[in-house]
């Protein structure tokens, strides 16, 4: 009565209310008159009229703004996934999405659209929205260093550091030399010029350089960890030199530049002195699991932008402002890692590719019409390599590191990206750099940032070694690896090891593998990441008293990664989970139980009604298959429903090459006295499994029941503890009893 009432309550007022509004428009026309009312009546069609506005409104400028960053953040992030797939950062593909859509492609192959889309007198909203993102940027690449290591750093980092700074920089100012004559701004001063070139040279890009070292693994070595110090040590001091060459390019010389550094020094001071102990005291206020409450949140926001506003008054760019905030942000990880995670993600997806786009549409590859150009942009890249690599590469091995890391250093120094871009168009922007020196040093920036990769993958070539330098991998007898994805499923992994090996414990060791992948710039929370994905299973193999090595690992490409650290260990066994389950929260995942992505939820339920049969590809990932097939030892696939003893275990035989789980069988007696269930579903050949049993000791017979089809249930199946079948028959267990499904536990699926 309710619902009736209320429909009825609602057209009385619509229908009232609009005939008031109509009654009130028709008196009001008497009120026109003795008035000059101008009616325009156009002679175009309706659909013509509704096209002009159409037109008009693409034309305006916010509507303009709009489309102009959906076209940004669709090319950047494609080219960029592209990029991603091919083993190099995604910075390298926005870079290239933003000469694409400049001038060098879109406004060659299709002028008429490019002066439509990016007109330059609409470019000016975007300018604003790149500087902001930038701001935003180099605030949170700030809050990334962690000046407590920068503090503790050998002196080797010192060295390394401020040489791969150095060198480039000399030779840079060399180059400038030759340089100048041609290609210098007729108002620039030699001094200017030439230390801008000097400074383009010397960047290292700390985030480029931090997503590369994470996506190779090596945040964890010595080298690694050594790179991310030399690059955030080279960070500081080349935005120092920045905001000092800043100042001396704004005052005209060195001399009048004093009061801009002596203010500089000041404020920087002030920053350290005054506004970092007034953030640390407000942080230290707040609750032990410090939320970002409002107020916090305007604080530290308005001492980002009065620092971005300072630095940009005094002379030295709202940049090094930024960062500067983010350097001095209260140390607290959890507070920086929650401000990271709200601001970044903003400026990656949103900001960072319309910067980028701003820096394509100022790069004119055709600019370089000749090939004395392309020979000196070759020059510029050679010098620009040859300083950063040499410099750092050279100060490492008088520093003391082997030949394979100091080569690695010099070639993750001499990344240079982002950070170069920044600067360049900083450069661009005070009209030191003309278009075409700026093009060629573009492309200097986008090769040694391309050839990183290609460089580390060579080194590695060179200096390969074939073994996993652990030495408890090599004295080991019996070796399990766990691979787990699902933290929560790494504790059954742990127990099914034990259970395989416990009576070998001396002799046997297991070792779980983890990767997580890399899907943002900050480091932050690498180790915290670490420490709960592994907390679990170290916990329960405390538990079982078994000793476990672990190894964490940040990259992309987890097969592969499997695949070879499990070949090189030489391992005995390889355990892992699947992929997370689709099915997890919802009313099926909890009937079935797994807590894994392997079964198809549509294929699943019509499997279920009897539609369609279950196919094998809809079983199994494409990941864990392609693991599997790569692996040179017997593999383990467990389907979890958190398994937790194994009395009961049934063993599923289709065909008679499945006589191989026997193996698994009797280590699950020797080690648990399970009772062991084996279905012999073997057509036409009923003396295989008795045949392949009559090795056994009598000891182990009685503990294994053979039946067959007809004699299974679902009382049978559900008092079972794990089912065990082969890899290449599993997908006819789905297929015994479809109605069994929500009854079926733990699964092992095991391969040879």
């Known amino acids: 009565m309710k619902k009736y009432k209320g429909t009825f309550f609602y057209l009385i007022i619509t229908s009232l209310f609009t005939a ?32 002009n506005f159409i037109s008009n409104n693409l034309k305006h400028s916010v509507g303009l703004l709009i489309l ?63 500087q902001v993102g930038l701001v935003l940027f180099m605030f949170v690449i700030g809050m ?22 150095i060198i480039p920089f000399a030779l840079g100012i060399g180059l400038a030399y030759y340089l100048y004559p041609s290609f210098a701004p007729e108002n620039i001063p030699f001094s200017s010029f030439s230390l801008f070139i000097g400074i383009s040279m010397s960047i290292t890009a700390f985030p480029v350089l931090a997503r590369i070292v994470q996506e190779k693994g090596l945040h964890k070595t010595k080298i690694g960890a050594l790179s991310l110090i030399c690059a955030a040590i080279n960070d500081i ?21 004093i009061y801009t550094i002596v203010f500089a020094i000041a404020y920087v001071f002030l920053m350290i002195s005054v506004v970092r102990p007034f953030l640390k005291k407000i942080v230290s206020s707040s609750k032990s699991d410090i939320s970002l409450n409002k107020t916090l949140v305007v604080i530290v926001f308005l001492v980002l932008l009065i620092s971005s506003f300072i630095t940009e008054t005094i002379g030295i760019h709202a ?51 000749n090939s004395n150009l392309w020979e000196l942009t070759g020059i510029i890249i050679a010098v620009a ?116 090996t416990k009576k070998t414990n001396s002799q046997s060791l297991i070792t779980a593998i983890h990767i997580a992948p890399s899907n943002g710039l900050s480091q932050m929370n690498t180790e915290q990441i670490e420490k709960e994905s592994f907390k679990p299973i170290v916990r329960e193999a405390n538990n079982l008293d078994r000793k476990l090595i672990s190894f964490f690992k940040v990259s992309n490409n987890f097969q592969t990664e499997v695949v070879e650290f499990a070949n090189q260990g030489n391992f005995d066994f390889l355990l892992m989970d699947s992929e997370e389950s689709i099915f997890y929260g919802t009313l099926l995942g909890r009937v079935l139980g797994f807590t894994t992505k392997i079964i198809n939820p549509e294929k699943l339920i019509n499997t279920v009604r009897g539609r369609e049969p279950l196919l094998e590809t809809s079983i199994i990932d494409l990941n864990t298959r ?47 006295y399970s009772s062991i269930t084996i279905l012999d579903y073997i057509p036409n050949d009923k003396s295989s499994i008795k045949q392949s049993l009559s090795t056994y000791e009598e000891n182990y017979l009685d503990s294994i029941n053979i039946i067959t089809y007809k004699d299974i249930s679902e009382n049978l199946i559900s008092s ?16 015994l009893k479809k109605d069994w499904l929500n009854s079926i536990p733990s699964v092992l699926i095991i391969s040879i």
């Open 237 to 257: 001091t080349a935005w120092c030199l920045l905001a000092v060459i800043i100042a001396v390019v704004k005052a005209g010389s060195f001399a009048s530049s």
């Open 319 to 369: 940049l090094f402002g930024a960062f500067m905030a983010g350097t001095i942000m209260p140390e607290n990880i959890r507070f920086r890692k929650l401000f990271i995670e709200k601001i970044e993600d903003v400026a990656l997806v949103l900001f960072l590719p319309i910067f980028f786009v701003i820096s394509g549409l100022k790069t004119e590859i055709g600019l370089i019409d």
């Open 144 to 165: 990334e260093l962690n000046l407590k290591v920068l503090k503790n750093t050998a002196y080797e980092a010192t060295v390394i550091s401020h040489a791969s700074i």
């Open 626 to 672: 392609a693991i599997e097939k790569k692996t040179k030892m017997p593999v383990g696939i467990l389907l979890d429903k958190e398994i937790k003893k194994f009395d009961n275990i049934l063993f599923i035989y289709f065909t008679k090459e499945d006589v191989y789980l026997n193996k698994y069988s009797k280590k699950f007696i020797d080690n648990e």
């Open 385 to 500: 390599i040859a300083g950063k690599f040499i410099g750092s590469a050279a100060a490492a091995k008088f520093v003391g590191q082997s030949w394979k890391d100091s080569l690695t250093l010099g070639t993750l120094m001499n990344t240079r990206g982002l950070m170069e871009i920044v600067v360049l168009n900083i450069g661009y922007d005070l009209g030191v750099l003309n278009a075409e020196i700026f093009v060629m040093l573009i492309l200097m920036a986008l090769t040694t940032t391309f050839m990183t990769g290609l460089s580390l993958s060579g080194i590695e070539k060179i200096f390969k070694t074939n073994k996993i330098d652990i030495k408890d991998l090599e004295s080991s007898k019996d070796k399990i690896l766990l691979f787990f994805r699902n933290a929560q499923t790494s504790t059954s992994l742990v127990r099914i090891a034990n259970s395989l």
């Open 20 to 51: 008031l509004i109509f009654y009130i428009i028709y008196i009001g026309k008497d009120l026109e008159v003795g008035r000059e009312i101008i009616r325009n009546f156009s002679k175009n069609t309706p659909f013509q009229d509704f096209s």
């Open 720 to 735: 079972q503890d794990l089912i065990i079948v082969s890899f290449k028959n599993f997908n006819k267990l789905f297929q």
């Open 68 to 130: 102009q960053i959906i076209a940004i953040i669709i090319v950047a992030r494609g080219i960029g996934f592209f990029f991603r797939k091919m083993g190099q950062p995604v910075v390298i593909g926005e870079i290239l999405a933003g000469i694409i859509l400049g001038p060098s492609l879109l406004g060659t192959y299709f002028p008429e659209f490019s002066n439509f889309l990016f007109a330059k007198d609409s470019l000016g909203g975007l300018q604003i929205l790149s």
